[in-house]
């Protein structure tokens, strides 16, 4: 089963019938138990990092993903869900982030912002996510972004204005910064490649 955290961000249904295209049962909650119990953490999200960390915490977010992480269970973050995996944000001031990934997301540098529409993706050596993927493109909608490496992963990037941290996966975390829900088939790809490691 593979549990989609609802701490009210993200766009769930949709998260949830891209998640269900691999054959396996999804459940949206943020029930720990229910949580603890399954086999992957998708933690989707949508709007201003704060806002995000704020819901996140008041549901008990942020011990569920923590939980997860100590457990080796595989988890995925998507958009925002990628940024609050960081250790803080600068958006708004700022907030502190899970601290699952070392480093912080901050303000992409281009003429337009935000990010929307399709970009491709220059996949990490040894990647499982971007498997008969390289070089494909997916649908992104941000401002901020991780522009660092992060140690003793697979970083993924992309380019808009400039390089920034489109993919991560490390251990059993694996985060990306567009929506794979509204990719196509190269989404429904990429999902399909990440429940392989369930």
Same mark, same amino acid.
């Given at each position: 089963m593979i549990a989609i955290l609802d701490y009210g961000s993200g766009n769930l249904r949709s998260v949830q019938r891209a998640f269900e295209l691999t054959g396996i049962k999804t459940v949206i909650t943020s029930d720990p138990k229910?949580?603890?119990?399954?086999?992957?953490?998708?933690?989707?999200?949508?709007?201003?990092?704060?806002?995000? %960390?704020?819901?996140?915490?008041?549901?008990?977010g942020r011990e569920?993903? %923590?939980?997860?992480?100590?457990?080796?269970?595989?988890?995925?973050?998507?958009?925002v869900g990628l940024q609050i995996l960081f250790e803080r944000g600068t958006e708004k001031g700022g907030a502190t982030g899970v601290g699952v990934l070392p480093g912080e997301v901050?303000?992409?540098?281009?003429?337009?912002l935000p990010h929307i529409g399709w970009n491709t993706v220059s996949s990490g050596k040894g990647t499982k996510l971007f498997e008969g993927l390289d070089g494909a493109s997916f649908y992104?909608?941000?401002?901020y972004a991780a522009k660092h490496t992060v140690p003793d992963a697979v970083n993924s990037w992309t380019e808009y204005g400039e390089e920034f941290l489109s993919a991560v996966e490390r251990g059993s975390v694996s985060a990306v910064q567009f929506h794979p829900e509204k990719s196509g088939a190269n989404g429904a790809r990429l999902i399909s490649n990440w429940a392989k490691t369930l």
């Open positions: 229910l949580c603890a119990d399954s086999d992957g953490l998708v933690v989707p999200g949508v709007g201003a990092y704060g806002a995000c %960390m704020k819901q996140l915490v008041d549901v008990g569920i993903i %923590m939980n997860q992480v100590a457990a080796g269970k595989p988890i995925i973050g998507i958009c901050s303000e992409l540098k281009s003429q337009i992104f909608v941000h401002s």
